[in-house]
């Protein structure tokens, strides 16, 4: 595999990294990969306005990864205090199971110390997605036992296709603190 670049986002980069995102969660496309929630939830994961607002915010970054010139995966950071909030990560779906995913996360790890002094990345994950929730573990993220409501009536995070769906949270702590 090529080597991986990475750099921060900037508002010339929102529309490729939402047709990122939308490729690797949500229809047909999305089936290429294993990340896919197409059967849980229709319609858009994400748009314009709420990536253009990671970018912008203070005390965030989305973080780009490139092999070849090409977007392969992105990451989402914010300081929440000692812990980094982890999101918005995706890997082309054509790309998956190929260790983009492992090292973004790796670098977003580093990242998290490097800025903030973080010890710990704390993400959120559909309770249902079982084998996602094991990748995650086996990459050290805990369930910390707090669940969190699904946002139902809020089209921004999809069309539920069921009436059960729920957030659990995981965290793991940074590589500064293990």
């Not at 203070?58 to 780009?64: A, G, H």
């Not at 805990?142 to 809020?154: A, L």
């Amino acid at each position: 595999m090529t080597d991986l670049t990475f750099r921060d986002a900037t508002a010339d980069d929102v529309a490729s990294v939402v047709d990122l995102v939308e490729s690797a969660y949500r229809g047909e496309s999305s089936r290429t990969g294993w990340t896919t929630e197409a059967d849980l939830l229709q319609g858009r994961r994400t748009d314009a306005e709420g990536i253009a607002a990671v970018v912008a915010a203070p005390d965030s970054v989305l973080l780009l990864a490139h092999r070849d010139g090409d977007l392969v995966g992105c990451c989402e950071l914010r300081r929440t205090g000692p812990v980094a909030y982890f999101g918005t990560f995706a890997v082309s779906p054509l790309a998956q199971g190929g260790g983009i995913g492992r090292t973004l996360l790796t670098r977003a790890d580093a990242e998290a110390v490097a800025r903030w002094g973080s010890d710990a990345l704390e993400m959120t994950v559909i309770a249902q997605r079982a084998d996602l929730i094991a990748w995650y573990e086996r990459l050290g993220f805990r369930g910390t036992g707090e669940r969190r409501p699904f946002p139902y009536g809020d089209d921004r995070f999809g069309i539920p296709q069921r009436d059960d769906l729920e957030f659990v949270v995981l965290r793991r702590p940074t590589a500064g603190t293990r």
